[in-house]
């Protein structure tokens, strides 16, 4: 999470949505930088925790954004990276497993700890699943979060892919993905909703 006191705005990194190529790009420029385990703090804390914060230390109402992609993308993204974790976090690892095992695990009420991933839709809403961010962008429009930093910034900014997983087969079968649509019915009517909105969800309520 990244704090920016002169624009007023908060970025919030949900995972495996290019936060890594975001960050570099926007943190020379930040006033205050959450890093490590604190990188990915979720919509619902920033809300309850940090907005409060910032207010009440340096008088900030600041607006908050954040990146959403297609959840099957972005649960092949974790299957990929995971695929080459350390020995020492083996229990991690998704090495000799298909992305169809994977999503299984996924989807199950308490997930292994190789597919414990958490979801978009939870990063990004309150508990009674109002959208907690006020720009959302998609990661397949990217181009529109580019043009939103720099109006924002007064200049453009390019992000460099970082992190980038090697190739791993992410086919998904037509049974498995039926069982992942319903199990996150919510994340993908959120994704439908970005999406129907050109890819940029304003939520001023957030």
Request: charged share 25%; glycine share 4%.
């Amino acid at each position: 999470m990244l704090v920016f006191s002169e624009q007023n705005l908060v970025f919030l990194a949900v995972p495996k949505t290019g936060t890594t190529a975001i960050e570099m790009a926007l943190r020379p420029k930040a006033d205050i930088v959450f890093a490590k385990h604190r990188k990915h703090t979720t919509g619902m804390r920033y809300r309850t925790k940090i907005k409060p914060f910032l207010t009440n230390a340096y008088g900030m109402t600041p607006s908050s954004f954040a990146v959403m992609r297609h959840p099957i993308d972005q649960i092949a993204s974790w299957y990929r990276y995971r695929q080459n974790v350390s020995e020492a976090n083996s229990e991690r690892s998704t090495e000799g497993r298909s992305f169809d095992e994977f999503v299984l695990a996924v989807i199950e009420e308490e997930p292994p700890v190789f597919a414990a991933i958490g979801s978009q839709h939870n990063f990004l809403s309150t508990r009674r699943g109002r959208v907690a961010v006020t720009h959302l962008f998609a990661y397949e429009k990217m181009q529109l979060l580019q043009d939103f930093i720099a109006e924002q910034f007064g200049e453009k900014l390019t992000f460099k892919q970082k992190n980038v997983s090697a190739y791993a087969d992410t086919t998904l079968s037509p049974d498995v993905e039926a069982m992942l649509r319903v199990a996150r019915e919510k994340e993908f009517t959120l994704y439908d909703r970005l999406m129907a909105e050109g890819g940029y969800l304003k939520n001023r309520r957030a």
